[in-house]
């Protein structure tokens, strides 16, 4: 049976244009996706391009309205309604939340109402401070169950060298193994 995905957005606005082409990977694999975005990544015009145009975008793509309040989110896991969860792109901020257990964002929420049925969750990690102020929460995550990272990477060593972005073009694959319980692997990529 055709599985539903949910595909959250946080804020790193730099990698929207990639989780565009990431939306379609994830369709064209025959999943069903349900859009969510967190507060910032909904609300805030940037110089990476104004929010409406992403929001049509996405909602164009996945052809569902994008999950945007505390609302909206809370019947996710109640209902059942995601076979899996991934944030793409997951900052800092995020995943700081998260290791916390905090759920003040319609992404936050959606991860803690979705793993409470025990079903995967995915991060695709695109922060600068990966190797830095968030690597333990990146290291806290990886470690509980039901939640994965899809495999990343530095992405600028000399300028950022703190800074990991996913490589989002193993989403889909990092979503087909995290749905048979497994790590897609390697989880560190090389330069
Ligand atoms: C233009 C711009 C680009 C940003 N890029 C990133 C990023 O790549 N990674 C990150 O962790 N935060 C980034 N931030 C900061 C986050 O947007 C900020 O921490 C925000 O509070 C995140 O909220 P959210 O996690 O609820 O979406 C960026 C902010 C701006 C304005």
Known sequence: MRKTVGFA???SFCTFQKALATLETLKA????VIPIMSFNA???DTRFGDSAFFREKIEEITGNEIIHTIPQAEPIGPKKLLDALVICPCT???MAKLAAGIADTPVTLAAKSHLRNGRPLVIAVSTNDALS??????GSLKNRKHIYFVPFRQDDPTEKPNSAVADFSLVVNTVDAALRGEQLQPTLLGG
């Open 29 to 32: 694999a025959d999943y069903a």
């Open 42 to 44: 909904y609300s805030l």
């Open 133 to 138: 102020a968030a690597a333990p929460n990146i």
């Open 9 to 11: 957005l946080t804020g």
């Open 92 to 94: 800092g901020n995020t």
